[in-house]
């Protein structure tokens, strides 16, 4: 089956630090990849999506400049939190697909808490 | 737009119960619908994939149904386990806009008591 393995599973770090999140595709070449916010007790939020070797298209209210995506390869895609806030920690979930018959695989997810 | 909806927001039953997970959804022209599963804490684990052309699909204890005419799924679960415990998400992915983008439904928080 297709498995997308997330890295790191958490993360913390310093107020004004960056940090990097990676979400690979291990068996498969993943055309499309997304990335998601989820706060306690909520639902899944879209932040963008990334295809391979293009920008990532993201969604209204989601900055651009701090939630950065880099979708180098059809099995990986990265998002750097840039100088990352306590109101960045959060759960960041990542999932990918391959066509359109193929169903979304997810990430176990990285819990990202900033101090 | 797609809107998904899911009924219950929760539900508890005993142990070794049936039980019928709803979703529901505004636009019939869907590639497909997926039904997952979250643990507190953790990613999604896909636990069946139905196709628009498909009615039902089953896995173990796990059955999916699908009414693309009248924009309903259900998941039904069979002789449920306390493991059974976890939010369970229903999912299309809409066929119109070129979009590839998931529209989820907010989840049934289901707790099965030992």
């Known amino acids: 089956g297709a498995v997308v393995s997330q890295h790191p599973s958490w993360v913390i770090c310093k107020s004004g630090t960056s940090v990097k999140i990676e979400c690979r595709s291990l068996d498969f070449q993943a055309t499309t990849m997304f990335w998601y916010r989820q706060f306690p007790k909520q639902s899944l939020m879209l932040m963008a999506t990334?295809?391979?070797?293009?920008?990532?298209?993201?969604e209204q209210g989601v900055e651009k400049d701090k939630f950065l995506i880099n979708h180098a390869s059809l099995t990986l895609s990265t998002l750097t939190v840039t100088s990352a806030h306590p109101e960045d920690s959060s759960f960041y979930i990542c999932s990918a697909i391959r066509t359109v018959n193929y169903g979304y695989t997810f990430g176990s997810g990285t819990r990202l808490t900033v101090v | 737009k797609q809107e998904v909806t899911q009924i219950p927001a929760a539900l508890s039953v005993p142990e070794g119960e049936n039980l019928v997970l709803n979703c529901s959804f505004t636009d019939s022209a869907i590639y497909n619908l997926q039904w997952f599963r979250q643990d507190p804490g953790k990613g999604l684990t896909s636990l069946l994939l139905?196709?628009?052309?498909?009615r039902e699909q089953t896995s173990g204890r796990l059955n999916a149904s699908l009414d693309k005419s009248s924009g309903r799924s259900t998941l039904y679960i069979a002789a449920s386990q306390p493991g059974d415990s976890a939010t369970y998400l229903c999912a299309v992915r809409p066929a119109q806009g070129g979009s590839e983008k998931l529209v989820f439904g907010k989840g049934t928080k289901l707790t099965v008591n030992p």
């Open positions: 139905i196709q628009s052309s498909q």
């Open positions: 990334s295809n391979e070797g293009s920008k990532a298209t993201y």
